[in-house]
């Protein structure tokens, strides 16, 4: 076999840089213009922004659906949404924040941001999170037809069997829900795959495992949760789905199945689900932090043993949302236990950052502000969580408003609140421009001061016995003015995320133009340019420390091809060079790889032999994605075409 | 960035292939094989949760019949010296020895799916019966799907390389990977059939 010979190609170097270089690089790594090269595109950046944008979308979705319910509960007896809606809705409501908005916003920001921040030109498997992206897209746009044609889920966003089972929930809605799953968690476990591909091997040389961004590893941690934890819910959906399509017996208490079996598997995946949607906020909020108080953030190792920790922590408390099933002392005990045990990595993130506070003069930015909220909103939702995993408490609490008040304040205080940050923070990188300031700090007044209204209030109607899911409520119960206040701080809140949009809408044309970094941060995704050209990076940067930006100097690596897709590698620890792999060229088949797959998903809700004929052109349009376009040309060295 | 860097390095000379953990494709097929791993820990689970909850296990029926699903052992075990043959073979760059073996592991999968056909024939119940025939079929059906997609996996890149695209030496490793993959296949079967054949029996 003859070795192709690595002077016959153009490389970058000292020869070919600046501007000549970005030319030719753009001729390789660039989309076709028009509608094909947008259906085409594998850029982890574009892909990414369509995910943040829909989600986005789902998330103004799900609120209105939120509004719609504070609407009826606004007084008692209201007969404005009858009961079978409302199921549908706060069903609706749930499933879409979860799985349409929280987990695919925040693996976006990891798809768009770690290639950039490990220093590399493309995600690993960028075919597959195209892929990823339709099936999601797909999956999302089903869920909602049916629900606008009145077969949405209806047994809320866990599905608790026998409610959900064949027995009470006739017809095809839940069966909507349960395919719902398996897009959504194809498409997410797709992306953590992707997303722990690109942090161990394509990470810029020098950027050891202790140099890594902490943002890059609240990514990390977060995929491999995915890996773990999202395989459970496939298996529970897939199986109340047979139960329903094919008569199997897996939750039917009176053939020997188990209403519990569901439950365990469903926390096994629904608690680090919480997690998954908070760690990358976490990620958010190192990220910020040390942007704004211009230092590393306070004891590195500490921060990182935290996140592994809670990672692992997470999967050891699924129990504490079946205390009210009755479960064994031990297992009290030990749940318990560990749902406290996890607030202590919580705990030591907290006081890192404020000691990374104490210990600089913090510049009072947008973004930080939303790190400021985020602290207080989420420290009490972290308190009431400790609350709650008291056993004899949670039996008191189980079902009620408090119940709700506490989750939204840990998924909104610990997950939206970042997110917003984030969105402000990394804006100017996505679009060259910056989010305005006066609407952003409008905005932010408005959502926070909107959140604390509707949802400190709920802590009490919960406490005053109010149940969580119900429809309507008598007017004699006290709860009347509680409920109102909720409405009213959910609409404030709702206008505060809407002019939050407005903002980015306006900003996108009229932002001041921001420049390759304009906050003087310190990772890499600020080394290049705004918005990053379709190759991330002219050359390969060189790390020596855990804030490159702010030595002196960036050098930067020479070599790689450029009039073909070529990326580093480096090994895993040291992260020194290893090889040169090609990087996919752009395809359809993805794109008619999820159309087959959706195909094949939304068929076998009415026939099980859709898993027998569906599968033959998900297969074939597999091959073809696989199969090399030209014949070999082993003279040149390797390309994926 | 200034228009003339600072250069410290340069990569020209570095391989464009390496097998194991060097590659990306290593990284992707460990990932997969975690999900999938976690997915089957999950289902076996299930199976002992649901056993957990009956008196008599199976509840109203005899176990599977052990002849055929002592084959499929067998015969999976034993495919893996053909496996390690071609994962040999593909680190040497030996083409024509990759080409023949791979063939043979093509033949032998298909073998496997008869035996199959013959375990699922003598399960002794049906997935509706009860929950301990739904959780059976589950875990089979599961096992099934798992040697299918890698079985057509297997004929794809068995076609692949004998084009002239094998020649190239990143489909060696493509080769090697897929190798390791079919170790995870055959690895996940041996709990499985301790779930289905040995449990009704000796526990």
């Known amino acids: 076999m003859t070795a192709p010979d690595p002077g016959a190609e153009l490389r970058d170097g000292p020869d070919l840089t600046g501007d000549a270089l970005d030319a030719r690089l753009a001729e390789t790594w660039a989309d076709k213009p028009g509608l094909i090269g947008w259906l085409r595109t594998v850029d982890h950046k574009r892909v990414a922004n369509r995910y943040i944008v829909t989600a986005i979308v789902f998330l103004a979705l799900g609120g209105i659906l939120a509004l719609l319910m504070r609407l009826q509960l606004a007084r008692p007896e209201s007969g404005l949404i009858s009961a079978d809606r409302y199921n549908q809705i706060f069903s609706m409501h749930g499933t879409t924040m979860m799985f349409l908005f929280a987990v695919p916003v925040m693996e976006a920001f990891g798809v768009y941001l770690v290639p950039l921040m490990v220093g590399t030109r493309a995600i690993a498997f960028p075919r597959l999170n195209a892929f990823s992206y339709w099936l999601y897209l797909a999956g999302g746009i089903m869920i909602w037809v049916a629900f606008l044609l009145d077969i949405g889920p209806e047994a809320g966003w866990f599905s608790y069997v026998p409610l959900s089972g064949p027995a009470f929930s006739a017809g095809k809605r839940t069966d909507f829900w349960a395919q719902m799953i398996t897009f959504t968690e194809v498409a997410a476990l797709a992306v953590a795959v992707e997303l722990v591909g690109t942090i161990m091997k394509l990470r810029a040389p020098g950027m050891r495992l202790d140099r890594i961004p902490l943002f890059v590893w609240s990514i990390l941690v977060t995929a491999f949760m995915v890996i773990f934890s999202m395989p459970a819910v496939t298996l529970a959906s897939s199986m109340l789905i047979s139960d329903r399509l094919v008569a199997t017996q897996f939750y039917n208490a009176s053939e020997g199945g188990s209403a519990l079996l569901w439950q365990h598997l469903f926390w096994f995946f629904g608690h680090p689900e919480v997690y998954i949607i908070f760690l990358p906020g976490l990620g958010f909020v190192s990220a910020i932090t040390e942007t704004f108080c211009k230092r590393p953030v306070f004891a590195y190792p500490l921060m990182v043993g935290a996140l592994v920790t809670t990672g692992l922590l997470a999967f050891g408390l699924w129990v504490h949302h079946m205390f009210a099933t009755g479960l064994p002392r031990l297992g009290y005990a030990f749940y318990t236990a560990a749902s406290m045990a996890i607030a202590l990595p919580s705990g030591v993130q907290i006081f890192c950052w404020i000691a990374t506070m104490w210990d600089s003069r913090p510049r009072l930015e947008l973004p930080m502000w939303w790190v400021i909220g985020f602290i207080i909103t989420f420290v009490i939702g972290g308190l009431t969580g400790v609350m709650a995993a008291s056993v004899p408490l949670d039996l008191e609490l189980h079902d009620t408003y408090f119940i709700v008040a506490h989750f939204h304040y840990t998924l909104i205080g610990g997950g939206v609140f970042p997110l917003l940050g984030a969105l402000t923070y990394w804006f100017p990188k996505m679009t060259g421009r910056m989010l305005g300031d006066r609407l952003g700090k409008l905005a932010f007044v408005l959502t926070f001061g909107g959140f604390h209204l509707a949802f400190m209030t709920m802590h009490f109607t919960g406490l005053m016995g109010m149940p969580r899911r119900v429809y309507t409520y008598p007017a004699d119960m006290g709860w009347d003015t509680l409920n109102l206040i909720s409405t009213i701080g959910a609409f404030i809140l709702a206008s505060g995320v809407l002019i939050f949009v407005v903002n980015i809408l306006l900003s996108l044309h009229s932002g001041t133009v921001a420049g390759d970094n304009p906050w003087g941060a310190a990772s890499l995704e600020w080394a290049t340019r705004s918005p990053p050209a379709p190759y991330n990076f002219r050359h390969i940067p060189a790390v020596t420390s855990s804030t490159p930006l702010w030595e002196e100097t960036l050098p930067v690596f020479s070599g790689l091809r450029v009039t073909e897709r070529e990326l580093l590698l480096t090994t895993v620890v040291e992260a020194k060079p290893d090889l040169r792999e090609p990087s996919p060229k752009p395809s359809i088949w993805p794109l008619i790889a999820a159309l087959a797959t959706t195909l094949l998903f939304i068929w076998s809700i009415f026939s099980p032999w859709a898993v027998v004929w569906g599968s033959i052109p998900a297969a074939i349009a597999l091959i073809f994605w696989f199969w090399p376009k030209n014949p070999p040309d082993l003279e040149k060295e390797p390309v994926i075409e | ?203």
């Not at chain 2, 194991?20 to 089957?40: D, P, Q, Y």
């Not at chain 2, 739904?134 to 004998?162: K, N, R």
């Not at chain 2, 995870?184 to 054949?197: C, D, H, S």
């Open chain 2, 1 to 203: 960035m200034s228009s003339q860097p600072k250069f410290s390095g340069d990569l020209a000379h570095l391989p464009t292939y390496g097998f194991g953990a060097r590659s990306l494709t290593w990284w992707g097929v460990i990932a997969f094989m975690m999900i999938e791993g976690g997915g089957f820990a999950l289902a076996a689970g299930a199976y002992l949760f649901l056993m957990s909850q009956e008196t008599a296990w199976p509840p109203a029926s005899y176990p599977p019949a052990l002849l055929p699903g002592a084959i499929f052992t067998a015969i999976i075990l034993l495919s893996e010296i053909p496996n390690t043959i071609i994962k040999k073979a593909s680190e040497a760059q030996q083409l024509a020895k990759v080409r023949f073996w791979l063939v043979v592991i093509d033949l032998i999968g298909v073998l496997l799916f008869v035996v199959r056909a013959f375990e699922f024939a003598h399960i002794n119940v049906r997935w509706s019966d009860n929950a301990y025939g739904s959780i059976v079929w589950a875990l089979l059906l599961l096992h099934t799907i798992h040697i299918l997609t890698d079985w057509v996996d297997s004929v794809v890149l068995t076609a692949l390389m004998f084009t002239g695209h094998g020649e190239g030496p990143r489909r060696f490793v493509d080769v090697s990977e897929n190798s390791l993959y079919w170790r995870f296949v055959w690895l996940t079967w041996i709990p499985i059939f301790a779930l289905l054949y040995l449990v009704p029996r000796f526990v």
